[in-house]
């Protein structure tokens, strides 16, 4: 196929900081077919804050500490490489390229929605303050909006009253870092860990709490970084978990950690779609996570691949049960893998994608 027929893709966002949609988006932009289509990466931030690889696709930053300031950039942008498809990720983007579609109306404009935001916003403060229409006017403004779980597809569709044929679910896709594990872990110090922020919504606190009542020997594995991490590394004081725990606020070799460890520990109160916590499945490792909205009950099995709890005393029930099982890692992976398969998930992009070009 010559490049003139390919369909130009152009995907948007904020920064490639360390973050779900960030590391989801930049990957599906890179994995497309590159024999259908010529996909760009447009970046408001700056390249000196990237901590994902990014290779074999066009990149331009725009070196914008704000979405806001990137406006006119992004129009400039457009003018002049002409996509057919624009995707971008999170809100105050997404309110964004719906007012830019205005300008554009031949371009077919495309919004990753990243979490619940009727149950986040009850949880953290937004630090976006948008005049009361905004959001619902930008959101209408867009041909399609991809949502990450069931649940967030109902809140966003009640949240703006939008119609089913305007949503599309499609979950994130297990990429190629997170292989299997190459033997059973079995660890005489039972060795947990999260991946995730340093937030409230993830959590932290309550996972704490359910530890300092675990009465087996342990070590706990945090990895993240964030506006939490005075609050928790206090809460580890106070409960006297010091020694049990190391924190890393950023690595690369995440997968490592997850097949090391015998349990993935979430904490969160709402999610989008939990990409840590299916990643530990896809090595092998099984998990237990507080019953939420945003795609947890769509991942877990129980018993399958660990198990989902009520409050923190079911918590720590099913922590004792989960730290005695013989889990199987071949199971715990093809139970994720199956559905949430790197091919699978980009070939439903590259059909959404199509579609919108017909």
Excluded at 111 to 135: A, H, M, T, Y
Excluded at 205 to 216: F, Q, T
């Amino acid at each position: 196929m010559n490049t003139s027929s390919k369909i130009k893709i152009t995907f948007i966002l904020p920064s490639l900081r360390a973050g779900g949609a960030e590391r989801v988006m930049s990957y599906i932009a890179q994995s497309l077919d590159r024999n259908k289509f010529s996909a760009s990466l447009l970046i408001v931030g700056f390249e000196k804050d990237a901590v994902f690889d990014v290779k074999n696709i066009d990149i331009k930053y725009l070196n914008k500490n704000r979405v806001l300031h990137a406006f006119f950039p992004i129009t400039g942008y457009l003018q002049k490489r002409k996509p057919q498809i624009v995707v971008s990720a999170i809100t105050h983007l997404n309110i964004m390229m719906g007012i830019q579609s205005i300008l554009f109306p031949q371009i077919k404009f495309v919004g990753r929605e990243v979490s619940v935001w009727s149950v986040l916003s009850k949880i953290e403060k937004s630090n976006r303050n948008f005049p009361n229409f905004l959001p619902k006017f930008g959101y209408k403004q867009l041909d399609k909006i991809i949502c990450q779980s069931i649940d967030m597809a109902n809140d966003i569709g009640s949240k703006y009253n939008l119609q089913e044929n305007e949503l599309i679910i499609i979950n994130n896709p297990i990429s190629e870092k997170f292989q299997i594990k190459s033997k059973i872990t079995s660890n005489s110090v039972k060795q947990f860990i999260t991946v995730g922020s340093l937030s409230k919504r993830k959590g932290h606190i309550r996972l704490l709490n359910v530890l300092s009542k675990y009465l087996e020997p342990f070590k706990y594995t945090l990895i993240g970084d964030g506006d939490e991490f005075t609050t928790i590394m206090e809460h580890v004081k106070k409960l006297g978990l010091t020694d049990k725990i190391n924190h890393i606020p950023f690595t690369k070799n995440i997968a490592d950690y997850l097949k090391a460890s015998d349990v993935f520990l979430q904490g969160s109160y709402v999610e989008g779609f939990p990409n840590a916590l299916l990643e530990s499945c896809a090595v092998g490792t099984p998990v237990i996570a507080f019953k939420a909205p945003g795609g947890i009950d769509e991942i877990i099995q129980e018993g399958i691949n660990g198990y989902i709890a009520l409050d923190e005393a079911d918590f720590l029930i099913k922590l004792n049960t989960i730290s005695t099982k013989h889990w199987d890692p071949l199971k715990v992976r093809d139970s994720v893998y199956k559905k949430y398969n790197k091919n699978k998930i980009v070939n439903q992009y590259e059909e959404l994608f199509q579609s919108l070009n017909c």
